[in-house]
Nanobody, 120 residues
Framework: QVQLVESGGGLVQPGGSLRLSCAAS????????MGWYRHRPGKERELVAT???????NYADSVKGRFTVSRDIAKNTVYLQMNSLKPEDTAIYYC??????????????WGQGTQVTVSS
């Protein structure tokens, strides 16, 4: 069982920045990929960004050019740097780790979420 703990959320004005952290209980090399999701009010949970074991990244169109996902292997931590924040970025942000077994069964591990509120 991979345990994930998000931190770094808070209240920020439009145009501001925040950096979210996701600390894992074990090496992030032990999972196939990690990602950030968010749950905005009135909408279903959506993908924000992912990073694979090999370091490849992917972003939702809505955050491209503004958000950056990165990692610190030594600290077992994945980050989400959020710049030029907009009110529509307001959401609970979740960290997810994904791992597949030899049979191809998918295992997903989720953090508890951290609230990001963008408002003037």
């Amino acid at each position: 069982q991979v345990q994930l703990v998000e931190s770094g959320g808070g209240l920020v004005q439009p145009g501001g920045s925040l950096r979210l952290s996701c600390a894992a209980s074990e090496s992030i090399f032990s999972v196939d990929s990690m990602g950030w999701y968010r749950h905005r009010p009135g909408k279903e949970r959506e993908l924000v960004a992912t990073i694979t074991l090999g370091g490849s990244t992917n972003y939702a169109d809505s955050v491209k050019g503004r958000f950056t996902v990165s990692r610190d292997i030594a600290k077992n931590t994945v980050y989400l740097q959020m710049n030029s924040l907009k009110p529509e970025d307001t959401a609970i942000y979740y960290c997810k780790a994904e791992k597949k077994s030899a049979f191809g069964r998918l295992y997903e591990y989720w953090g508890q979420g951290t609230q990001v509120t963008v408002s003037s």
